[in-house]
């Protein structure tokens, strides 16, 4: 089998393709609404898809007037404003190949980055740190952002093919240095198959991202694909309280809701929002990490709302998921998107499919639209991902007589434990059905110089006090032996990036070993 959805045209740009005006998003609908204030909630910023267009078009000819030439790498870093967006689009409109990175990195990330990718420029906020920059990278600060927009002209659209380089993202390797992952023009139509079978999106919705602009989850699901289909996008940049988002969704007639699982267990936690509140959003979007057990039936339980899953990562984005369409399972992600061909391989090598119910690698084949170009620079790593004409994830799953395909975590995340594998996702599933665990993580630690076990980091329920040995008690019954975390940490809160995601890595530093507990 291979990609069964409609394929881009072979001239194809993916601003144009976002922006350019059609009968679904005339140019004076709004297309961007940013807020800051946290207290009115008041837009700080309205563009329409007009405006949107015309200043991408303007940032595109000032970058040529700067001598930038197509194709040229510009590297973004600036603060969580619409300026991220807009310099991101503009670029794009204009054949060059901008690169967005996270305003969390240090110098250091942003120099290795810079020149890994042999950047021209870099756009950035005084306030950020950038490091040593090579030779012959121009700097584009803040004054030069607001020229660039005010750009005299407006440059034609560059006529880029479906695959020449739009955009490159930095994602972490199997090395100690991040690799770049080089997407095509041709992504942002690959992401359509996402439409109906996540959002369920109409040029009549409202989305809200509660990520930051410079998060490539931000721009993809926040942005691009809003815009594709002629919606409203919602962001907010101000403080981030976990109460804020209930009333935004009420003040903006928000209709669709997108953000990490750990901000939806904080609103039902932290926010007072009464049943029934809400009441224009149809539906909420997860992605980002795993679902948490309960978290679904929490959420609809106080709203009365249902939550959408799916699975995705930098080299593709989403390709699984529920949708309107496609009922949430419990224990499932959903379904592959339709037209993607999604295959669950064999661990070690084969191109047959397993059987029902069997666990193997999530396979994308490799002609579809949505896959990367591929890794900058790292032809022998990019061989490895690759099985004949399958795109191989790195994820587990299994997928049942109905099609519905579960996650079991991260093949590179596996867990040794007593010479057996082990994924964390299997663990903290377990677990996060205790009735004093309200958030749970596994990881892999170094308990003597010669011995790792398996850990269990947990945030306990308001009230509780559950023992290391009624939690142990507890995942005896429902796991195997050597399944059975050795190690139990209780935490206030588990380590997470800007943006919400639990950071596995960061786990080992909250153990302390027996013998240095005094």
């Not at 609908?29 to 008041?42: H, M, T």
């Not at 029934?276 to 709203?303: F, V, Y």
Request: glycine share 10%; aromatic share 8%; net charge negative.
């Amino acid at each position: 089998m291979v990609y069964g959805a409609e394929l881009p045209p072979k001239s194809f740009n993916m601003t144009r393709y976002c922006l350019a005006p059609q009968a679904h998003r005339p140019a004076d609908k709004a297309a961007l609404i940013v807020i800051s204030d946290p207290s009115g909630l008041e837009p700080a910023e309205v563009w329409t898809y007009g405006a949107l267009e015309d200043c991408a078009l303007r940032i595109a000819a000032g970058l040529a007037e700067l001598g930038l030439e197509r194709g040229e790498r510009i590297v973004i870093r600036l603060d969580n404003t619409s300026d991220y967006a807009l310099l991101f689009f503009g670029a794009i409109a204009g054949g060059f190949v901008p690169l967005p990175a996270s305003a969390a990195l240090s110098a250091r990330e942003i120099s290795f980055i810079v020149e890994n990718c042999g950047a021209k420029a870099i756009v950035r906020n005084s306030s950020l740190p950038v490091g040593e920059m090579p030779p012959g990278v121009r700097a584009i600060d803040e004054d030069q952002i607001g020229d660039l927009k005010n750009t005299s002209v407006r440059a034609p659209y560059a006529e880029t093919a479906a695959d020449d380089p739009a955009f490159l993202v930095y994602t972490s390797g199997t090395t100690a240095e991040p690799k770049g992952v080089l997407h095509a023009h041709r992504s942002a139509w690959g992401r359509r198959p996402m439409y109906q079978g996540w959002y369920g999106i109409g040029p009549q919705d409202r989305m809200l991202h509660a990520g930051a602009f410079n998060w490539t989850f931000t721009l993809g699901v926040g942005l691009t694909d809003p815009w594709a289909n002629g919606a409203t996008t919602v962001i907010y940049n101000g403080p981030r309280e976990a109460g804020v988002w209930p009333r935004i969704i009420e003040k903006h007639d928000i209709s669709i809701f997108a953000a990490v699982p750990g901000l939806y267990r904080q609103m039902l936690k932290y926010s007072d929002f009464e049943p029934g509140a809400m009441a224009s959003l149809r539906h909420g979007l997860i992605a980002g990490e795993r679902l948490p057990a309960g978290l679904r039936e929490d959420w609809h339980a106080r709203t009365a709302k249902p939550l959408y899953e799916a699975i995705g990562m930098s080299e593709i984005s989403t390709y699984i998921s529920s949708s309107p369409s496609v009922p949430p399972r419990a224990g499932a992600i959903g379904k592959a998107q339709k037209g993607r061909d999604v295959a669950i391989l064999p661990l070690e090598s084969g191109l047959d499919p397993l059987p029902a119910d069997d666990i193997g690698l999530i396979a994308v084949h490799r002609s579809d639209p949505g896959l990367m170009l591929g890794y900058w620079q790292r032809p022998d790593e990019e061989a490895l991902v690759y099985r004949d004409d399958w795109f191989i994830t790195g994820d587990l799953g299994a997928r049942d007589a109905d099609g519905y395909i579960s996650h079991h975590g991260r093949a590179d995340d596996l867990m040794n434990a007593l010479g057996y594998r082990v994924s964390p996702n299997e663990i903290e599933q377990v677990l996060s059905d205790h009735p004093d665990i309200l958030e749970i993580a596994a990881a892999e630690i170094q308990v003597r110089p010669d011995l790792n076990v398996i850990g269990a980091f947990m945030v306990v329920r308001d009230g509780a006090s559950p023992s290391p040995d009624s939690v142990r008690s507890f995942a005896e019954e429902r796991l195997a032996g050597y399944k059975v975390p050795r190690e139990y940490v209780f935490l206030d809160a588990l380590p997470r990036n800007p943006n919400g995601k639990v950071q596995r890595s960061q786990l080992h530093q909250f153990y302390r070993p027996p013998d240095s507990h005094g």
